[in-house]
């Protein structure tokens, strides 16, 4: 069983990276079939796809967050990262990285973490 788990700040200000980890237990990162998804919610918008990391390394990003979305992985420590930068009060939800198997179908998600954006 794949066990993912989120960490990182849960208090940004407005403008700065948010910068999120997940760890992957149960698990390796270099897999084939995985991609390594962001996803987060919020009671506004609800779910959204930030983007996701796959087995090759390469990064897609929802079109909303590209400008402003970095994913990257580090092998050696079985972990991918989130960093979203010139965050707004917007960005405010509750992030969750989860194991995607393709075709928009996702598993072993993380508990997830809040994040809030505030000055």
């Known amino acids: 069983q794949v066990q993912l788990l989120e960490s990182g700040p849960g208090l940004v200000r407005p403008s700065q990276t948010l910068s999120l980890t997940c760890t992957i237990s149960?698990?390796?990162?270099?897999?084939?079939?995985?991609?390594w998804t962001w996803i987060r919610q919020s009671p506004e918008k609800g779910l959204e796809f930030l983007g996701a990391i796959g087995p090759s390394g390469k990064i897609d990003d929802s079109p909303p967050f590209k400008s402003r979305t970095s994913i990257t992985r580090d092998t050696s420590k079985n972990q991918f990262t989130l960093q979203l930068g010139s965050t707004t009060p917007e960005d405010t939800a509750v992030y969750y990285c989860?194991?995607?198997?393709?075709?928009?179908?996702?598993?072993?998600w993380g508990q997830g973490t809040q994040v809030t954006v505030t000055s």
């Open positions: 989860v194991r995607g198997v393709g075709n928009w179908r996702f598993f072993s």
């Open positions: 149960g698990g390796s990162l270099r897999a084939n079939g995985n991609y």
